[in-house]
């Protein structure tokens, strides 16, 4: 942890802890053992760890030429999850993965959602929607989209998961709207409502989104009125 830089660690981590501190309390299990699919720095299973995790284990491509982890290294196992399939030798008490889904193209997500489905019975899973980030990624898609795939394998949303960090400001409001925990069902589940009512925007985001046209239309209003300008 020592070799992150510390804004933008206590930044992450504390929305790592706060939603992860809400999924115990809820469904009221041990997780001993955390998994995160791209793990990236390692932030959020450090979280998991000073939260009680006894074991964890990243999946991810690891760069020698990063700044060093916010965990061990050897606590990662080196696997490109763009194009290599992963299955665990034993199932953890809960997967992570965090901002990654989208940079899959569509012929790879059902593959890895089905990997991610078998590494445990509850996925915490988070996945930017739809003109939310500048870089879109090759596949940006509403919740709606990854639970019906979630939802081949028998996991389903836990619907009461996400109003507990709806209005909790100590998580960024991306991972308040987009984090969904999926929990493994029995196969005759039905979902109560239907996977559209997942879609919803968060007020903050609503907000930013709001608050940067509102810029981009100053700009072309000054850009606009310079021109007719120098054409007088």
């Given amino acids: 942890m020592s070799g992150t830089h510390f804004h933008q660690f206590n930044q992450e981590f504390a929305s790592a802890i706060q939603t992860l501190k809400a999924i115990p309390k809820h469904l009221g299990v041990k997780m001993d053992y955390v998994c995160q699919f791209a793990c990236g720095d390692g ?20 760069n020698p030429q990063l700044a060093p982890l916010s965990i061990p290294q050897d606590r990662i196992a080196n696997y490109d999850l763009r194009g290599v399939r992963v299955s665990l030798p034993a199932p953890a008490d809960l997967a992570l993965c965090i901002n990654f889904a989208h940079s899959l193209p569509t012929e790879r997500a059902k593959d890895f959602i089905t990997d991610l489905s ?29 639970a019906r795939l979630f939802a081949e394998n028998h996991l389903f949303p836990e ?52 608050d940067r046209q509102e810029w981009f239309a100053k700009q072309l209003t000054k850009s606009t009125l310079s021109r007719i300008l120098r054409q007088k």
């Fill in 159 to 210: 619907l009461k998961f996400r109003p507990k960090i709806w209005a909790n400001r100590l998580i960024e409001p991306s991972i308040r709207q987009n984090s969904i925990l999926y929990v493994r069902r029995k196969p005759d589940y039905r979902m109560p409502v239907p996977f559209e009512n997942l879609d919803v925007v968060h007020p903050a985001i609503f907000a930013q989104l709001s």
């Fill in 43 to 62: 932030v959020w299973l450090a979280a998991a760890e000073a939260l009680g995790a006894k074991r964890i284990l990243g999946i991810d491509q690891v």
């Fill in 118 to 146: 078998k590494s445990a019975d509850r996925v915490l899973f988070c996945a930017p929607a739809p003109f939310q980030m500048r870089g879109q990624g090759i596949n940006p898609q509403w919740p709606s989209y990854w």
